[in-house]
């Protein structure tokens, strides 16, 4: 049954969906969303590539020069380059652009493109930055849930790193659609909030449960 659900929501429904409306309650996308948990990944994933390539700029990749000499971060020196691309310029299935590191004889693109970017994820605790701190479930140790998780520094709010921060967003999306995993270790409620779940007070467990304890 279940099987058969999927199939039918991948040829039928989905395609038909206006994504826009995610938010409007007693819409067929809200019910479709409401029951993600039934939905199959692969279905998920299939029809987000095929959604986005539909809409695939067919320009060159573009070219991102990186210096790890400078004293800037990767990620800092990304937001000047990628930050100010059209969101159109990223959506090449394979890499999202082309990474040329300065100063070094890389060979072949890929390895420099998952390098950009898994530096530029590392760059989230760089002592200039430090946009991720530890949650206080993993500084109070014991039994505390997720305790491996890290979340964003409370004070990081600067104009500067409010553009970090969007431009983390994009090279999430970018992450997902070019299919590498980023070595982010962010607590469950932050992922369902990017998939537009709604927020219960349960979610304070996941990064503090020992004010969630107060407060219950």
């Not at 040829?11 to 479709?32: E, N, W």
């Not at 002592?127 to 990081?156: D, I, K």
Request: net charge positive; with cysteine.
């Amino acid at each position: 049954v279940l099987q058969a659900f999927n199939e039918l929501l991948a040829s039928q429904v989905l395609p038909m969906l206006d994504f826009t409306l995610r938010g409007l309650k007693g819409s067929i996308l809200h019910a479709v969303t409401s029951q993600r948990h039934l939905l199959f990944l692969d279905v998920k994933t299939s029809f987000m590539h095929a959604a986005l390539a539909a809409r695939l700029d067919k320009a060159d990749k573009a070219v991102v020069l990186v210096d790890r000499r400078s004293s800037k971060t990767v990620l800092e020196q990304l937001l000047v380059q990628v930050g100010r691309m059209a969101a159109r310029r990223l959506w090449h299935p394979d890499m999202a652009f082309l990474v040329q590191f300065l100063g070094e004889g890389a060979e072949g693109y890929n390895g420099p493109y998952r390098e950009c970017l898994s530096s530029a994820a590392a760059d989230l605790h760089a002592p200039a930055l430090r946009m991720l701190v530890p949650s206080p479930n993993q500084e109070a140790g014991g039994t505390a849930p997720h305790q491996h998780c890290e979340v964003p520094r409370p004070s990081s709010v600067s104009p500067h790193l409010l553009s970090l921060w969007e431009l983390l967003g994009r090279l999430l999306g970018v992450a997902v659609w070019t299919r590498l995993p980023l070595d982010l270790h962010l607590p469950p409620m932050l992922w369902r909030r990017l998939v537009g779940q709604a927020a219960a007070p349960s979610d304070l467990s996941e990064v503090d449960a020992h004010a969630h304890r107060l407060l219950r």
